[in-house]
């Protein structure tokens, strides 16, 4: 009895010892619990501050990308001529160069109609106002100066607009591009020429890029000088001249026709005639002649093969009048024009054969093959004869007005040269004398 008490009390021991160990186990697995919660409690509270602090961050970017802002204007540029004595009072489509784009917003805030007014949305009051672009101020002549390089310019000047009917009234013109040394030193002449035509005409002036003289606001000529290089005589800097000026001149889509002119030419009839007789013509102006000998032919050079043969080597007058077609494919052409810059060296006198070349390859079906400036070579020499004061009479204005016959439009005339040179600046003044009546200017 003794001993069961004994085994009793053993048993009772093992037991309290059994669950002594169980109830340790079990608080050191409450803490294991506890240890692992509180771990993980630590962990995702970290992550959802720092996820927090990034979608916070997100949410400021979308918003500031998506507040619009306009841009800051540009500096002005170099020269800051007026161009209100050409712009015509509804010009046709164009492409301006940025800054000329966002001056205008600037400027024309005021004035612009309220229905192109839109609300949007800045970051300090929330609503701001800003004046969308009208398509009238869209379509101003552009500036003659401005900061783009050859290559810059070429692009724009090549671009065209796919959709050919135009949303808007469009008045043709007429690009008249001066390539000179210094002044158009026949101006005064121009000036009574263009005067009451005013938007139908616009001005290119290429001159030395030394060449810095003051014109008077109150001139035609002023604010109408393009960005220039040197030009040499023969060379082909002359052909980028040209390019230089029909480039400019294409930034305006008014002008339609283009009329490249020297420093010595003079009118020879009023501008409602020229403007009429080259807006009219189905056929572009430029001379085109295959010539035999060291003057024409001679002047080929068999590197150009194959993309200019022998057989198709033109020369013909540097002036020329095309229309806007013409002048695109002029400013556009990376075939032939790099032909002539390897290879027509100075004494193949390149502005005497690129364009009647490039033109008979291309476009013979279009042209005339002749001049709309007269100029004389029947003394010979390397330039044309030049007059003076004592040449300058009517019966030898009319003589150059109305001396020749030539086709136009399918018609025999007697009006085939529009331009002549090369008169100098002391014929000037015989010139004011007698061409305005005889040509009836105004």
Known sequence: MKQKEQQGKGEGSYLKLFFAQLDLLNFFAHVLVFGIGLLIGITLTFFLNNFSFVNFQIQQSSFSSNTFEPPPSPPPPPFSPNSSNISSPISATQTKIESQYFDSAQN??????????????????????????????????????????????????????????????????????????????????????????????????????????TVPPSSVFHGRNIPSKEVRWGENSMIEAERRLLGNALLDFSNQRFVLLSESCIPLFNFNTVYTYLMNSTKIFVEAYDQPGEVGRGRY?????????????????????????????????????????????????????????????????????????????????????????????????????????????????????????????????????FAPKLMQFN
């Not at 020429?193 to 139908?200: A, D, H, I, R, S």
């Not at 050079?301 to 020369?315: A, D, G, Y």
């Not at 027509?344 to 001049?371: A, G, M, Q, V």
């Open 301 to 433: 050079r068999p590197n150009m093969r194959p993309q200019i043969s022998l057989s198709q080597w033109r020369k013909g007058s540097q002036w020329f009048q095309i229309d806007r077609f013409l002048a695109l494919q002029i400013v556009s052409d990376n075939h032939y024009f790099p032909v002539f810059l390897k290879y027509c060296n100075p004494n193949c006198y390149s502005d005497e054969h690129y364009l009647p070349t490039f033109i008979s390859i291309k476009f013979w079906k279009r042209n005339s093959n002749r001049t709309l400036t007269w100029v004389d070579w029947t003394k010979g020499g390397a330039h044309p004869s030049r007059y003076y004061r004592n040449h300058v009479t009517n019966e030898f204005l009319n003589k150059l007005r109305f001396g020749t016959s030539c086709e136009y439009n399918g018609h025999t005339t007697n009006i085939c040269h529009l331009f002549a040179r090369k008169f100098t600046t002391h014929a000037l003044g015989r010139l004011l004398r």
């Open 108 to 213: 024309n805030t005021s004035s612009s109609p309220q229905k192109d007014n839109q609300t949007l949305v800045n970051n300090t009051t929330g609503v701001m106002n800003f004046t969308r672009i009208g398509l009238s101020e869209f379509l101003k002549p552009p500036m003659a100066m401005h900061d783009m390089n050859d290559e810059e310019l070429l692009w724009k000047a090549s671009m065209v607009p796919m959709i050919h009917n135009l949303p808007f009234k469009q008045t043709p013109k007429v690009a008249f591009m001066f390539l000179t040394k210094g002044p158009v030193m026949l101006a005064p002449l121009w000036e009574r020429f263009f005067k009451g035509n005013e938007g139908l005409y616009s001005i290119y002036v290429h001159s030395h890029p030394s060449f810095n003289e």
